[in-house]
């Protein structure tokens, strides 16, 4: 497969998250593109609002995220990793795409913990402590992997835009750049310029996802033959400096001149046992098969089975909580059966993302010493599906409940199914039973999305 090209132009006015997620949404050309993410992340600030609007400077035509966020609710570096783990599997995030996020959420913990001389776990964030960090940072992954550019892709940038001057934080007034941007400049050895604006243009969250990114770095977009781009512009207006970033799909002219490395090489490198398999190829759609797709969203996972006869009941329940709980699998499935010998036996089948392959292969026999394992490739047709947060009141308590909704591909609804997790906590915390929750919550959830 011919590695692709990304050239992330960040000279003109730096990078922030949002800016990066307007850009990719532009390069998709799809406004709805974040709403699956979005609405994972009501049930931990149900304010949350996401609007795509449309902007252009001069002859430059692209997007802009108007984000909303209830700014009094601020949260831990612990539950920012809580938050992250959940939404990542929500949406059904790659293995390789979780580690992503998650090494940009720790390089943004890192950063902070230096620049105040704290322990990360005891960290106060300010402005890195609302659910718009969490929305940068996986929503940017998730675009990447929906868009197709987390594999096969090579990651060029320029050198980046900083800004000049001081800045007002919650902090007080501070210099530029401000400490855990600095700190984060000089951990990755990341190459800038101040830029022609006196303010800040390299927010921190924008640094971690430009220095993960980023494996060489270009004087400039010169030279470089764009096949498509994105535009995403910030917020704020820097007069006559365009207030963008770009995402350029294409190839280089010549090799590109390498500044220095965006992240310590060791992170390039992955281990031998990690490197995936050779995916079975899938065949394209028919005609036929094409017009049942029409309505429906795709996707390929692997399907892995192995045969076990002589493993106890409590190595197979913890099989469950390494795959799922981990995020490894999507599904996990153990059917019992008899084997050779006439012996009773289980059947273990897990659907996983293909990144999560080699790793499972690794978990199935170290666990419970199988000698081998099975594996294809499937295609899947999913329903459409949204996720809405419900309010639910019990004797003057307030409850919100994350609620699934699948639709045909008329739009008519087919299922609506509460989040187990949720009807849990508030049979806890009410007494009553899960069995009598459910149905009252459906039904009023029903009523909410007709």
């Known amino acids: 497969m011919t590695k692709k090209t990304i050239l992330i132009d960040v000279a003109s ?34 304010t949350i609002r996401v609007k795509v609007l449309p902007r252009e400077s001069g ?17 831990t570096p612990k539950s920012l990793r809580e938050m992250l783990g959940a939404v990542c599997e929500e949406v059904e995030t790659s293995k390789a795409a979780r580690t992503l996020a998650n090494n940009i959420l720790e390089t943004l913990f890192k950063a902070e913990s230096r620049a105040h001389e704290t322990p990360i776990d005891d960290l106060h964030l300010h402005e890195l402590g609302t659910v718009d960090t969490i929305l940068d940072i996986a929503g940017t992954v998730y675009l990447l992997e929906k868009a197709g550019y987390l594999k096969d892709t090579r990651f060029l940038s320029t050198k980046v835009a900083i800004g000049s001057g001081t800045v007002n934080t919650e902090h007080g007034e501070m210099e530029i750049p401000v400490p855990a941007v600095a700190e984060i400049i000089v951990e990755h050895d990341l190459p800038f310029i101040a830029g022609a604006v006196e303010a800040e243009t390299l927010t921190p969250t924008g640094a971690a996802i430009l220095v993960h990114l980023a494996e060489e770095y270009v004087e400039s977009t010169d030279g ?4 498509e781009q994105g535009t995403g512009f910030g917020t704020r207006d820097f007069g006559d400096t365009p207030n963008m970033l770009r995402i350029l799909v294409g190839e280089p002219a010549s090799p590109p001149k390498k500044e220095k490395p965006a992240k310590p090489p060791k992170e ?17 759609p028919t005609k036929e098969e094409s017009e049942v797709l029409e309505g429906l969203s795709t996707d390929e996972v692997v399907v892995i089975e192995t045969n076990v006869d002589d493993v106890d009941g409590e190595i197979m329940g913890e099989l469950f909580d390494t795959l799922l709980e981990g995020g490894l699998a999507h599904d996990v499935v153990l059917i019992p059966a008899y084997g050779k010998k006439n012996r009773p036996c289980y059947i273990v089948k897990i659907i996983a993302p293909f990144d999560s392959l080699t790793r499972i292969a690794e978990i199935l026999i170290t666990h419970l010493g199988t000698l081998g394992i099975r594996y294809q490739t499937w295609s899947r047709l999913k329903a459409a599906r949204e ?30 199914k509460p989040e187990a997790d949720d009807i849990i906590k508030i049979s806890r915390a009410t007494g ?6 459910k149905p009252r919550i459906v039904f009023q959830a029903h009523a909410v999305t007709e």
Do not use: W
């Open 268 to 284: 390039k490198k992955a281990k031998k046992s990690e490197k995936p398999a050779e995916k079975t190829p899938v065949k394209s």
């Open 59 to 75: 002859d430059q035509k692209g997007r802009q995220l108007e984000v909303t966020v209830d700014e009094s609710v601020r949260f």
């Open 13 to 46: 006015a730096g990078a922030s998250g949002d800016m990066f997620l307007s850009a990719l949404i532009d390069l998709m050309s799809d406004d709805d593109a974040l709403v699956p993410l979005a609405a994972s992340l009501l049930i931990f600030d149900p």
């Open 432 to 437: 009553i039973p899960i069995r009598e929750l």
């Open 224 to 227: 470089f033959n764009i096949e």
């Open 387 to 416: 996720i809405v947060v419900t309010k639910f009141e019990v004797d003057d308590q307030e409850f919100m409940v994350r609620v699934k909704v699948s639709r045909a591909i008329d739009g008519s609804i087919v299922a609506i």
